[in-house]
């Protein structure tokens, strides 16, 4: 057993353990292995394991890395693009990717629905949400969430998933509870405002290595873990 799959066992276990203390079902949290800044034989390694979802922050860097590994895996892995997306980006990541968590524009969601090609299914999509932050942080604030959501799922080569944020760390449980109960407010909010049979809003995509336990317990569906699966990040070269 590679290290990485050493890794992914024992996030798998606290996922296993922070639902059993909620009372929560284990396989209703998915795990999502972000990669982004480790190369193609560490997703290779990871899938190897088992892991089949991937979240990349740097576009460039994830599309090579997809084209370096999909000769290797059947079925395709599948990718998650949970990076800023400067508008020059949209065309790559509608190309590219499977999903995206961080929309936080109309025009940027317009721009992905457009440029999605026929040949794809459409891009699944959360609204991001700044529950924590000032002004300079991405993420629709609480109050233009509902709204960006209600116009995000209009959208025809869209289907939008659910909500996700990127609280600052804190320190201890309690404090990054709190937190995470903001998101899944501003979630609980667009479900109650989407139109009745609404179908595919389910995704809470909440909690990282440091705080998937608080996030679980505030009803996250999807934790992004990188250094708890990959190790530590260096950054060697300029992110791009
Ligand atoms: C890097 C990153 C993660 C993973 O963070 P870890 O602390 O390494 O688990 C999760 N979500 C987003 C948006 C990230 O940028």
Not at 126 to 131: D, F
Not at 178 to 193: I, K
Request: proline residues 6%; hydrophobic residues 45%; glycine residues 8%.
């Amino acid at each position: 057993m590679t290290t990485i799959g050493d890794n992914l066992q024992a996030v798998h276990a606290r996922i296993a353990r922070a639902c059993a203390t909620c009372g929560r079902n284990s396989d209703s949290v998915a795990l999502l292995a972000v990669s982004k800044t480790f190369g193609a034989e560490a997703v290779h390694a990871a899938a190897q394991a088992g892991q089949r979802a991937f979240g990349e922050n740097y576009i460039q860097e994830a599309v090579q890395k997809m084209a370096d590994v999909a000769a290797l895996h059947a079925p395709p892995l599948q990718w998650h693009c949970i990076g800023p997306i400067q508008s020059n980006k949209t065309r790559l990541v509608a190309e590219h990717f499977d999903w995206v968590h961080t929309v936080e524009r109309l025009k940027t969601a317009e721009r992905l629905s457009s440029q999605r090609p026929a040949h794809l299914p459409p891009l699944q999509v959360c609204i991001q949400v700044n529950v924590d932050g000032g002004a300079s942080k991405s993420g629709a604030t609480p109050d233009e969430a509902v709204a960006l959501a209600l116009a995000v799922a209009q959208l025809p080569r869209l289907v939008l998933r659910g909500v996700m944020s990127i609280p600052d760390p804190l320190p201890d449980f309690a404090a990054q509870y709190a937190v995470h109960r903001r998101v899944r407010a501003v979630f609980d909010a667009v479900a109650a405002a989407l139109p009745p049979g609404q179908a595919g809003f389910d995704t809470l995509s909440l909690g990282m290595t440091a705080d998937l336990e608080a996030a679980i317990h505030a009803g996250s569906t999807l934790v992004r873990i990188g250094s708890g699966i990959f190790g530590a990040r260096r950054y060697a070269t300029a992110p791009g």
